[in-house]
């Protein structure tokens, strides 16, 4: 222990000032001879035991006391030799890099590795001289500055250290040593310095340090994992498939699984969880850094709705993160399709509805398909049909075009494709209120268009799709650069003519000369959807093309407005999502895994009614609600996603030293570690004060016996 | 009725033991003995306090005189006082010492006695039996007692049961002995009476047994009641000896010295009711005229029942 003002301990003295008044107290006693000492002896014993402990508690109570005080106003205070870098001493300019990525959740005893780097960030702080000014970034992907001016208050850091929590984020070094510099670029101190703690994780550090060759800060890296081997199991992916062998509802769960170790797993345990109930349990082993699979099978059932949250857990290791893994599926709802057949033929590879009705039953399992001629269909048998699609229909009649407005407007899908025997002339007139827009004239492409490798085609002049949109919801599962949807080739289509602009309508694919191909109507509750060409291979060969069948099926789903019984969209940490307004929605509401809401209206929407949604920190999974003009709220499950971790956080492979970006080393070997002074006359005072309370009780107490 | 202070300021013991047996007798007989014997032996001149009912008319008639008739028992009953003079009865912070307070009551009682001409006797005693005055009916026995009262002065160590238990070898006859002590470092429970009893108790019994009515005055000083004090006190023990002594906060002590001197009391009386012998407790703040008028009182009442 030190003192500030040592001279002060004189008064220290003081404390054998009640041991003096004890004893010239007990001189003081009135001598007093007396006849009943043998009662009074006996009295002494009764109380004795208990008197004598009140009075050493007083004496020790008041020495206590009257030794406090000196050591009070000397100012003691301890000096605790730590760790942090010496180069902390200097006058400079500093900014503080917390690395808040995945791994750092990882346990290191009692607390997490981000605990540690937090309480050594916050040693740092304290040790700094007054005058070095300071700023706090976080080195996740994404991640907002905490403090991103240089200012001297250290208070000011220390808070928001102490306000900060672990993301499930990818790391993102370049960017936030980037940043750091910057900030530092305009330091009036010469020194200026990154302090970075973190694991040291080669993760993150891919696209470098992000520093400049020529006059970039020091950068002193503070390695809280100690260099300790990490050894990790991770859940890499999830899968969900329908399983129509497991029965109604049955789902095949595929899950990969990695080992990061050097002696590998055996026996791994495995758990399928459903709605956070475990169902099923397996044992895999892994060799040493290898991956292995796990397949579950499973009836969802629709008890409580028909989304669910299905879970891959593995036994549990230091990174808790990457232990488990979510996929939420929605079971579709019974799809009831009525095709009318406009064009049937003998051949049935030349029928018209040949490859669209095995696009509903391959892309749908448990759709229900019925194909008949326009002459059998009548404004009843719509009853129990959730879409209708008129493939090639000559003219619907004016009795099926009325029942089709309000079959639409209550809620049904209408999916229109067009081919030779459609009159477009009747089609505008009967159907003016269904169509996106009006029926134009059959077009038929006039040029080659190129040809990709190992492309069998036709050798007939023909047109493609331009690129496709991928924010669109119905594009969204498509691959980036729509692989299977943009190699289709169109040899006829039919123009549309052009419509009034209404947020009712939509293009969603257009022709690379810039007609629209696919467009779609909202109708009162339901949906219409006009395609410009066939759905045979008359007009195109899209229906031999791979991107038919999930087109066709995400069509049926949109315009019924279900998903499918497979996993919803699935983002990592940190990525953000298009969310789509429909129709005359107001509102979009996210409901996050911590139940936390998050709320966009319609006027924050861009051109194409959609909105990102980027505050993806937590693992779970997010529903999504749409509140309409009138305040009903409707759950919008095709919009639900799930948030998992990025698995390159789960490798514990460290960042090869040759591309450390230190510059100066955190301690200079032989140096004197700095020592940390932690001031004690607090908690002098405040002992103090509990003995002066104690004092006061005893003398009550002794003042009542 | 006086206070021992105002009593103190009285120039003789003979003054105030008539003030004292004057203030106690007012509106009452002063009959101190119990006995009831049907055997007539002599007439005596009528003094106050005397029974009514005992005055001979027909003697009255003869003589112009009021004679009263004295029965065998009567004239058979010597009255001993027996007071304790150790030094711990010297004990006085205010008022007067225990002995003081003693012997008040004792020349009240011998007053009485002579009065009624009875014999009156008396022992004052500590370790041993420093004075012992045979009773007698003798004129100038009454002064003698008084005398020697005056003399008495607290010295020595406290041997009750001793003095009793020569007194017990003094007397033949049946006799009313009044015990005046304050039975300090005296316990009833010490070991060496019979039945299980201390010496002293069973020094009372024996007496009980040989027939004598026995009367223990237990004085105790107030302080030895309550003890009174603010401050801390180095006490020391007062008789020869005593080496006993205790430093201590006295307010710290107060309450638990109640309790054990309101014990030590209680069992003083509980080994007196077992011994048949009168147990009376007098503080020595207490009128001594209200102490004997209430002793006379209750022993009025046990002849009349």
Same mark, same amino acid.
């Given at each position: ?23 010239i107290?007990?001189?003081?006693a009135?001598?007093?001879?007396f ?9 002494e014993?009764r109380?004795?035991a208990?008197?004598r402990l009140?009075?050493?508690l007083l004496?020790v109570?008041?020495?206590?006391v009257?030794a406090?005080l000196?050591l009070i106003?000397?100012?003691p ?6 760790d942090?870098?010496?180069?902390s ?16 959740s ?5 607390s ?11 040693a740092?702080v304290?040790?700094?001289?007054s ?9 996740s992907?994404g991640?907002?500055p905490?403090?991103?001016?240089l200012?001297p ?10 306000s900060?929590v ?33 694991d040291?994780q ?5 696209a ?20 300790a ?5 991770a859940?890499l992916d999830?899968g ?11 789902i095949?769960?595929?899950?990969e699984?990695a080992d ?10 495995v758990?399928?969880?459903v709605d ?6 397996g044992?895999v082993?892994l ?31 230091a ?11 929605e ?11 406009g064009d ?6 030349e029928?018209e ?13 448990g759709?229900?398909?019925t ?7 009548s404004?009843e048998?719509?009853?129990n ?6 493939l090639n ?13 309000r079959?639409?407007?209550?809620g049904?899908?209408l ?7 459609v009159?477009?002339?009747?089609w ?11 029926l134009?004239?059959p ?13 069998i ?10 690129p ?6 119905l ?13 289709a080739?169109f040899f006829?289509?039919?123009?549309l003519?052009?419509?009034p602009?209404s ?9 690379e000369?810039?007609?629209p ?5 909202q109708?009162?509750?339901g949906?219409?959807?006009l ?6 291979r ?5 229906p ?11 069509a049926?789903r949109?315009l019924?407005g279900?998903t499918?019984?497979?996993?919803t969209a699935?983002l990592?940490?940190g990525?953000a999502r298009?969310?789509?307004?429909a129709g005359?929605?107001?509102r979009?509401?996210v ?7 998050w ?9 194409a009614?959609?909105?990102?949604y ?5 693992l779970g999974?997010?529903?999504v609600?749409?509140v ?8 919008r499950?095709e ?10 956080e ?5 960042l090869?030293?040759a591309l450390?970006p230190?510059?100066i080393a955190?301690?200079?070997?032989g140096?004197?570690p700095p ?18 309370l ?12 | 009725?006086l206070d021992?202070v ?7 013991l003979?003054?105030r033991?008539?003030?004292i047996?004057?203030?106690a007798f007012?509106?009452m007989?002063?009959?101190l ?7 007539f ?5 009528y003094?106050?306090g005397?029974?009514i009912r005992?005055i001979?008319?027909?003697?009255v008639?003869r ?6 008739k004295r029965?065998?028992d009567?004239?058979?009953?010597h009255?001993?006082?027996v &007071?304790?003079? *150790?030094?711990?009865? /010297?004990y006085? =912070?205010?008022?007067?010492?225990? +002995?003081d307070? $003693?012997?008040?009551l004792?020349s ?13 006797g ?7 039996a420093r004075?012992? &005055?045979?009773? *007698?009916?003798?004129? /100038?026995q009454? =002064?003698?007692?008084?005398r020697? +009262?005056e003399? $008495?002065?607290?010295?020595?160590r406290?041997?009750a ?11 033949d ?6 015990f005046?002590?304050? &039975?300090?470092?005296c316990?009833?429970d ?6 299980a009893r201390?010496?002293?108790p069973?020094r ?6 040989r027939?004598?009515?026995v009367a223990?005055?237990h004085l105790l ?15 020391e023990?007062?008789?020869?000896g005593?080496t ?5 906060q ?5 309450e ?7 014990a ?6 509980a080994a007196?009711?077992e011994?048949s ?6 503080r020595t703040?207490?009128a001594?005229?209200e102490v ?6 209750d022993?009025?009442r046990?002849v009349?029942f």
């Amino acid at each position: 222990m030190h003192f500030l003002a040592p001279s002060l301990l004189l008064g220290l003295l003081a404390a054998v000032l009640p041991w003096l008044i004890h004893l010239i107290g007990k001189r003081r006693a009135l001598p007093m001879r007396f006849a009943a000492m043998q009662l009074l002896l006996r009295s002494e014993r009764r109380i004795s035991a208990r008197r004598r402990l009140r009075e050493v508690l007083l004496l020790v109570a008041r020495t206590s006391v009257a030794a406090a005080l000196p050591l009070i106003f000397a100012r003691p205070f301890a000096e605790r030799t730590t760790d942090v870098p010496v180069a902390s001493l200097d006058p400079q300019s500093a900014v503080i890099v917390l690395d808040d990525s995945a791994s750092m959740s990882r346990s290191a005893g009692l607390s997490t590795l981000f605990d540690r780097a937090r309480d050594r960030a916050r040693a740092l702080v304290r040790q700094f001289p007054s005058d070095v000014d300071l700023a706090l970034l976080l080195a996740s992907a994404g991640s907002s500055p905490k403090i991103s001016e240089l200012s001297p208050e250290r208070a000011r850091v220390l808070e928001a250290l102490d306000s900060l929590v672990c993301s499930a984020r990818l790391a993102d070094f370049a960017s936030a040593l980037r940043n750091a510099s910057l900030i530092l670029a305009g330091s009036a101190h010469a020194k200026r310095r990154i302090y970075l703690f973190t694991d040291l994780q080669a993760t993150g550090w891919e696209a470098g340090t992000g520093l400049a060759a020529e006059g970039a800060p020091e950068v002193i890296i503070d390695d809280v994992s100690g260099a300790a081997r990490w050894e990790n199991r991770a859940v890499l992916d999830v899968g969900v498939v329908p399983a129509p062998e497991a029965g109604a509802g049955g789902i095949a769960v595929d899950a990969e699984l990695a080992d990061y170790s050097a002696a590998g797993t055996r026996a791994l345990g495995v758990a399928l969880k459903v709605d956070g109930v475990s169902v099923a349990k397996g044992f895999v082993d892994l060799t040493p850094g290898g991956r292995g699979h796990k397949r579950f099978l499973h009836r969802l059932t629709s008890e409580g709705g028909g989304a669910h949250d299905v879970e891959v857990e593995i036994d549990g290791d230091a990174l808790r993160l990457d232990d488990h893994r979510l996929a939420h599926v929605e079971l579709a709802r019974t799809m009831s399709v009525l095709i009318v057949n406009g064009d049937p033929r003998t051949a049935r590879n030349e029928d018209e509805p040949f490859f669209f009705a095995a696009a509903l039953r391959n892309g749908l399992p448990g759709a229900v398909v019925t194909v008949k001629l326009p002459d059998d269909v009548s404004p009843e048998s719509l009853a129990n049909t959730t879409l209708v699609a008129l493939l090639n229909l000559a003219q619907p009649s004016e009795a099926l075009a009325a029942a089709l407005v309000r079959f639409v407007s209550a809620g049904g899908g209408l999916f229109i494709s067009v081919g030779d025997r459609v009159d477009a002339t009747v089609w505008n007139q009967r159907m003016a209120k269904l169509l996106p827009q009006p029926l134009g004239l059959p077009r038929t492409a006039s040029a080659l268009p190129g040809q990709h490798a190992g492309e069998i085609v036709d050798d007939r002049p023909a047109e493609r799709l331009a690129p496709i949109d991928r924010n669109h919801p119905l594009l969204a599962s498509f691959p980036e650069h729509g692989e299977g949807l943009v190699s289709a080739r169109f040899f006829k289509y039919m123009l549309l003519d052009p419509a009034p602009e209404s947020p009712e309508r939509s293009v969603i694919l257009h022709y690379e000369s810039g007609a629209p191909a696919l467009v779609e109507k909202q109708v009162g509750k339901g949906r219409v959807m006009l395609l410009s060409t066939t759905v045979d291979r008359e007009w195109t060969d899209l229906p031999i093309r791979a991107g038919f069948l999930p087109l066709v099926r995400e069509a049926a789903r949109r315009l019924v407005g279900v998903t499918g019984d497979e996993e919803t969209a699935s983002l990592r940490a940190g990525e953000a999502r298009s969310l789509a307004f429909a129709g005359d929605e107001q509102r979009l509401e996210v409901s996050r895994p911590d139940g936390s809401v998050w709320v966009a209206r319609r006027e924050q929407a861009n051109s194409a009614r959609t909105v990102l949604y980027s505050e993806t920190d937590r693992l779970g999974t997010y529903h999504v609600r749409a509140v309409g003009p009138d305040g009903t709220v409707t759950a919008r499950p095709e919009q639900d996603f799930v948030v998992n971790l990025d698995t390159r956080e789960s490798n514990p492979a460290r960042l090869d030293p040759a591309l450390r970006p230190d510059r100066i080393a955190a301690a200079s070997p032989g140096a004197k570690p700095p020592k940390h002074r932690v001031e004690l006359w607090h908690t002098l005072a405040a002992v103090m004060i509990g003995l002066l309370l104690c004092e006061s009780a005893l003398t009550l107490r002794r003042r009542s016996v | 009725m006086l206070d021992p202070v105002d009593l103190a300021r009285l120039a003789s013991l003979d003054l105030r033991a008539r003030t004292i047996v004057e203030g106690a007798f007012s509106g009452m007989h002063r009959n101190l003995h119990a006995g009831t014997s049907v055997e007539f032996t002599e007439h005596r001149e009528y003094a106050p306090g005397d029974e009514i009912r005992r005055i001979d008319w027909k003697a009255v008639g003869r003589a112009d005189r009021y004679y009263v008739k004295r029965f065998e028992d009567e004239t058979e009953m010597h009255t001993f006082l027996v &007071l304790d003079a *150790s030094a711990s009865m /010297g004990y006085r =912070r205010r008022g007067i010492s225990k +002995l003081d307070y $003693a012997g008040y009551l004792a020349s009240a009682l011998a007053y009485l006695v002579g009065q009624q001409g009875d014999a009156a006797g008396l022992l004052l005693f500590d370790e041993n039996a420093r004075s012992f &005055l045979p009773p *007698s009916t003798r004129p /100038g026995q009454i =002064r003698e007692v008084f005398r020697l +009262l005056e003399a $008495a002065q607290p010295a020595g160590r406290t041997d009750a049961a001793l003095a009793l238990g020569h007194l017990g070898e003094q007397i033949d006859k049946r006799s009313l002995i009044i015990f005046m002590s304050d &039975l300090l470092d005296c316990e009833p429970d010490e070991p060496g009476g019979g039945e299980a009893r201390g010496p002293l108790p069973g020094r009372l019994r024996q007496l009980r047994a040989r027939g004598h009515d026995v009367a223990l005055f237990h004085l105790l000083d107030p302080d030895e009641v309550e003890l009174p004090f603010d401050d801390l006190i180095f006490f020391e023990g007062m008789e020869p000896g005593d080496t006993r002594t205790l430093l201590a906060q006295a307010p710290d002590l107060a309450e638990a010295f109640g309790r054990e001197s309101e014990a030590f009391r209680d069992r003083w009386r509980a080994a007196c009711l077992e011994a048949s012998v009168e147990y009376r407790f007098a503080r020595t703040d207490a009128a001594p005229a209200e102490v004997l008028r209430a002793f006379l009182a209750d022993r009025q009442r046990a002849v009349r029942f």
